[in-house]
């Protein structure tokens, strides 16, 4: 559910009140330590009103995605109307306002992708991380997209993995990919580039 439907200028003694509704909204548990965490980011930003995005990334930074119950303390903290700041948390495809796994799997389905058997791929990955498209895993290990075109259609079908490109893909190829990467998770060893 969009937490963004509010258009109102937040103060700092409702805060509290706004930050607990839009939990109640998402349905999550008040989690204290991120709050704190969020506030310890604002608190240390220097920009103004003008570095609205710039802090936005900076959180994202911190938590692989946009938790929505920063978007009162940002709104506070630049001194911004809380609509004007989830009007540019929801606006920009960059940012995402739910829990996105550490690895990216983007798979493309734009025309020359799915004649060279894009469609096949994107049901094995839904396959071996056991999701569909926009999905992420419980474990947070994986999120999974679909795209129209990568810019690469001369490597068709084309996967993209953690910002790296697989072209001419097979699904057994990608599988074995997402595979290796689960395994060095569980052994340990595995960083999201
Ligand atoms: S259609 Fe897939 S990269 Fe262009």
């Known amino acids: 559910m969009n937490p963004c439907l509010e258009n109102k200028t937040t103060f700092a003694s409702d805060m509290d009140s706004t930050i607990s509704r839009i939990q109640a909204r998402i ?13 310890q980011i604002a608190s240390e930003w220097e920009g103004g009103k003008g570095s609205l995005i710039g802090l936005l990334q900076r959180i994202q930074l911190a938590f692989n995605y946009v938790p929505p119950i920063s978007l009162p303390i940002v709104a506070e903290r630049l001194g911004l109307p809380l ?15 739910e829990p996105r796994g ?5 798979c493309c389905l734009g025309t ?4 060279r058997g ?27 997209e679909t795209v129209r075109c990568l810019g690469a259609c001369a490597l068709a ?21 997402l595979q290796d990467i689960r395994a060095r998770e569980e052994a340990g060893v595995e960083q999201a580039s």
């Open 112 to 115: 020359a992708c799915h004649v």
């Open 27 to 39: 349905g999550c548990k008040p989690d204290f330590a991120m709050q704190t965490r969020i506030r």
């Open 83 to 97: 609509g004007q700041v989830c009007g540019v948390a929801t606006f920009y495809g960059s940012f995402s306002l």
């Open 102 to 106: 550490r690895h990216m799997v983007t």
């Open 157 to 177: 079908p084309v996967v993209v993995i953690d910002g790296k490109y697989y072209g001419k893909s097979r699904p057994r190829r990608i599988r074995r990919i």
């Open 118 to 144: 894009g469609a096949k791929i994107v049901d094995e990955v839904s396959d071996v991380l056991a999701i569909g498209p926009g999905d992420t895993t419980e474990d947070l290990l994986f999120t999974f």
